[in-house]
């Protein structure tokens, strides 16, 4: 006979502060929050009844509900008819800085995987052209790829570098990050100037991502520089914002 689920966040030392001007439902979710990013709870792990929930903290059940449902709103919980409500796999928070996503998800445990989309010589378009500093109409390497973490699609990557910078084998492309291979090539990874911003998805980036159409999507467009000045890469990626966010440090002016 199996034995029954446990309850995970019976293990975990929840409170409130009743005094405080922070909402109640907010200091539970964020309680619970770091304890998916922590992996104190685990992926795939069911918390337990709201109302026993409710019970132990000493709440009203509808506040439990609204801490439990802006987890499933960030994509941390999920509720599943017949199962209840599981934990999913935390978000990535990826530091601004010059790292890949391969190297941010194993970092984070996320266990990253990649669908080479396309691999392939293209003519440089304008903006492509200025982006690298070479001529229009050039050929360069265009390289789609769909990035994924235990099975859910993560991100969408579209790169373009020069040609003959590296050997831009599909089988490794899939195995490994570009930036890995740009490493195991010799060339050192210096600077890059990035962009963030974002946008609503289309009907073919909503269904790469498993998102809605119109679904909010983070955009990032990169320009990779080598040691010597050179541009080596230009990215333009989408990121779906449920499993995906980019952090800041910020200094203050002195």
Known sequence: MPKPEVDPTVQLELSVDRSSPVPLYFQLSQQLEAAI??????PGSLLGNEIELAARLGLSRPTVRQAIQSLVDKGLLVRRRGVGTQVVHSQVKRPLELSSLYDDLEAAGQRPATKVLVNTLVPASAEVAAALGVAEDSDVHR????RLAHGEPM?????FLPPGLIDLDTAQLETT????LMRAAGITLHSARQSIGARAATAAEAERLAEEAGAPLLTMQRVTFDDTGRAVEYGTHTYRPT???????LLVRT
């Open 143 to 146: 390289v789609e790829r769909l």
């Open 177 to 180: 990050g570009l930036y890995r």
């Open 155 to 159: 991100a969408y990557l579209c790169n």
């Open 37 to 42: 990013e922590h992996g104190t709870l685990t």
């Open 243 to 249: 499993r995906y966010s980019f952090e800041f440090q």
